[in-house]
């Protein structure tokens, strides 16, 4: 269901801001050159994706089989379930590499996010939204029309402008806040850049993400994901949209400090609680919430991005890592009127993901993509897909040269969450 395009926006955005004038005219959204012709197939419904960092098809099996997850066992049922070999994003699979693959369609050789960030000796330069080279869906669909919203997405901050909203991964009052007191005064607007259009930072008051979790305890890490899914109920409240995205990072935290709780190595004593099961039980009720939301007209697109694996740690307790093959193997869930109800579909690549959100969301994927949709999770009668386009490239793509170095290359909490989870030296 189309939202209107560019003047519902605009009709929105007046509405946000207690307006009475007309609306001024649309924004245009031409950062991204298309090369060939541009067909948009209307849909009824919406394309809502869901990132859930680190679920992999080995602790989503055990979670089916032995925890009490009821919502994340019916979506099973009703979707169609692919594993995703996340190796074209390089080894050891990485949460920025892929995340942004999945998010553009190729490499990270080509999209440029290659790790966290650059490391010079103890200086971290983090990579952010101006390190990417390529389009990302949320530019295509803004080239084509069609409103977008994006919630945490990985390597989304500074937040870019879009026929829709973005709430970057960076979004946090008491960083902003902090960040407008420490740099100079001509820049403190940087504190506005986590959300675009800014105007949408008024309905999103008292959303404040909790801090970093100083207790390894679930429902601690659940209650980061919780304000990440009241963030994006609010945001599209606020701002209606045809393609959401939206990801959530705890569980991939949790596994990395508590996975002795889940898989001890021999001779240790199991503790008392599973603190990676508790976890998805808490998240299943989430996305219980999340999931009940969408209409029947909808496509609700889950995917993650590696497993996990036991690894050396630190006081004596194993942390989880995923650095071996074994853990680059990942999962797609697609349901929707379109998609073929538990189907099982095998393999896919990472590079794959990209062209089938696309496809949902009624817009063309590229032949310069080396991904495909994929079809064999579609219904027989519904693999009429839109034509491709020859490509999608960024207007004025971030060069050495050109790209801006200031106060978003450096969080120094960031900075030391990514240390603690051993991403960074």
């Keep these: ?68 997850v009821p919502a994340l066992r019916a979506l099973v049922a009703e979707s169609a379930t692919a594993l995703v070999d996340v190796r074209p994003t390089e080894m050891p699979p990485l949460s920025p590499r892929v995340w942004a693959t999945f998010a553009t369609g190729v490499t990270p050789q080509v999209h440029g996010i290659k790790h966290w960030g650059d490391q010079t000796g103890s200086e971290t330069r983090l990579y952010t939204s101006r390190d990417r080279k390529v389009p990302a869906l949320w530019d295509i669909a803004s080239a084509l029309g069609t409103t977008v919203g994006v919630v945490n997405w990985l390597t989304t901050y500074p937040a870019e402008p879009v026929n829709g909203f973005v709430v970057a991964d960076r979004f946090n009052k008491r960083w902003a806040e902090k960040e407008a007191g420490l740099v100079r005064s001509e820049n403190r607007a940087r504190a506005e850049l986590a959300v675009y259009p800014p105007e949408l930072r008024e309905p999103l008051e008292g959303l404040v993400p909790p801090p970093q979790p ?99 740690g630190r006081n004596g307790r194993p942390q989880g890592i995923h650095r071996s093959p074994k853990t680059a193997t990942a999962v797609l869930l697609l349901r929707g009127p379109r998609i073929r109800r538990g189907a099982r579909v095998g393999t896919v690549s990472a590079l794959d993901v990209a062209p089938t959100i696309l496809e949902l969301a009624g817009l063309p994927s590229a032949r310069s993509l080396p991904g495909k949709v994929v079809a064999a999770a579609f219904r027989p009668d519904e693999r009429s897909f839109v034509a491709p386009v020859e490509s999608y490239e960024l207007r004025t793509p971030p060069t050495a040269q050109t790209r801006a170095t200031d106060d978003v290359d450096r969080d120094p909490a960031l900075v030391e969450r990514l240390r603690a989870l051993g991403y960074l030296e």
């Excluded at 189309?2 to 959204?29: K, M, N, S």
């Excluded at 992999?56 to 055990?62: D, F, S, T």
């Excluded at 919430?289 to 993650?304: A, P």
Aim: charged letters at 30%; aromatic letters at 8%; one cysteine or more.
């Design 214 to 312: 100083r207790v390894l305890k679930a429902s601690k890490y659940e209650a980061i994901d919780r304000s990440v899914f009241r963030t994006a109920a609010r945001a599209r409240r606020a701002i209606p949209v045809d393609l959401l995205m939206v990801y959530t990072r705890s569980f991939d935290e949790i596994c990395h400090l508590a996975w002795f709780t889940h898989d001890p190595p021999p001779g240790m004593k199991r503790p008392g609680r599973d603190l990676v099961m508790d976890y998805l039980e808490l998240y299943d009720r989430m996305l219980a919430g999340f999931v009940n939301r969408l209409g029947d007209d909808d496509h609700l697109v889950v995917v993650s991005d590696h497993g996990f694996e036991r690894g050396p």
């Design 1 to 68: 269901m189309r939202v209107g395009g560019l003047v519902a926006w605009c009709v929105v955005a007046a509405l946000l801001l207690g307006c009475t004038e007309p609306p001024a005219a649309p924004q245009r959204f031409d950062r991204v050159v298309v090369e060939g012709r541009a067909e948009v197939r209307d849909t009824p419904g919406r394309t809502v994706v869901l990132g859930i960092d680190a679920l992999g098809p080995r602790i989503l099996r055990q979670a089916l089989e032995e925890a009490n």
